[in-house]
């Protein structure tokens, strides 16, 4: 049996001042997604396409996405296969190229997780399953692009 899950956000945009996008200069480009039961996240447009440098941008956005779902899956797959996970960060970047034309699109994503485990004897172990954290994570199997990983896991000796 196969489970579906629904997800909803409401996407209001804020940068009407006054005449709206009577010009490409003239409005401001940020926005507000709404969740229920969850704080707001205020965004704006990458600043190279005339956003808001201190606000989350799409792109900001799809690249943390990536990294935490890998994040999660991971740490379930640890849990599972009893591997103690004392730290995790990841350092992740994304490519984007534009066109001419003002099209684009991401052309990959690298992951860089950096663990610490609290037995090195599953060392191993513990790095094959960024493999396997990579084919289950929910968003990297819905892009259209490479989502790449270099993973460094470090453990402790018991």
Request: proline fraction near 4%; glycine fraction near 8%; charged fraction near 25%.
């Amino acid at each position: 049996m196969h489970a579906e899950h629904t997800y909803r956000a409401l996407l209001v945009w804020e940068g009407n001042q006054g005449e709206g996008t009577t010009t490409y200069q003239g409005y401001s480009r940020r926005w507000r997604v709404q969740v229920d039961g969850k704080t707001d996240l205020v965004g704006s447009a990458d600043p190279g396409f005339r956003g808001e440098p201190d606000k989350y941008n799409p792109e900001d956005l799809l690249v943390a996405s990536l990294s935490s779902c890998h994040m999660l899956t991971y740490l379930a797959l640890c849990a599972r296969n009893r591997i103690s996970v004392l730290s995790y960060r990841d350092e992740a970047t994304g490519v984007m190229k534009t066109t001419p034309d003002g099209g684009g699109r991401f052309e990959s994503v690298t992951l860089h997780p950096t663990v610490e485990i609290a037995d090195a004897r599953l060392l191993d172990r513990a790095k094959e399953l960024h493999e396997k954290a990579h084919t289950f994570c929910f968003v990297a199997s819905s892009v259209n692009f490479p989502v790449h990983h270099d993973a460094a896991v470090t453990g402790h000796t018991p």
